[in-house]
């Protein structure tokens, strides 16, 4: 039996998704380890066959179940992608050797950077209009009585000056 494509990604998935269980705080089972390990063996030296096969899926199976809810998907958004030497360039100074996952928690952080400059901008737009329109409000009184004393004489006999 030839080995398929399906079968080669999925060998190549076991070893990450088994490195993943390695360095999780699950401890992954003999009888999970041993037909994956035998698989790959099997598959370098081409004596792929339905035994190891059979077997190898059904340890591939209890190693996704023993690392649910992480899937595949998950652990590759984690890594970071392998960049040629042409696309390291100061134009790619933002994803420059960053995951994905990275890539849009840097993103994230930025926006949450730029809400709160615009949040204390406009809090302090807020707080310094409240005050400006309290003034406003007292401003017409106090002029008035500003104008009321200067108008009125101060002391008898005495013409006030405006």
């Not at 209890?62 to 899937?71: A, E, F, G, N, S």
């Amino acid at each position: 039996m030839k080995l398929q494509d399906d079968e080669r990604e999925a060998l190549s998935n076991s070893a990450v998704l088994l490195k993943f269980a390695a360095e999780s705080p699950k401890t992954a089972p003999n009888d999970v380890i041993l037909p994956l390990l035998a698989a790959w063996e099997a598959a370098e030296k081409d004596q792929w066959s339905p035994a190891i096969a059979a077997e190898f899926w059904i340890a591939y199976s209890k190693l996704c179940d023993l690392i649910k809810p992480v899937t595949m998907d998950t652990v590759r958004m984690g890594r970071k992608p392998a960049v040629a030497e042409e696309t390291r360039s100061w134009l790619n100074w933002w994803n420059h050797s960053r995951s994905q996952a990275q890539t849009h928690a840097r993103r994230y952080l930025v926006l949450l950077l730029i809400l709160v400059i615009c949040a204390v901008a406009f809090g302090f737009i807020a707080g310094t209009s409240g005050k400006l329109s309290d003034e406003m409000i007292r401003a017409p009184t106090r002029c008035l009585s500003i104008l009321t004393t200067s108008v009125s004489p101060k002391r008898q006999g005495k013409k006030s000056t405006i």
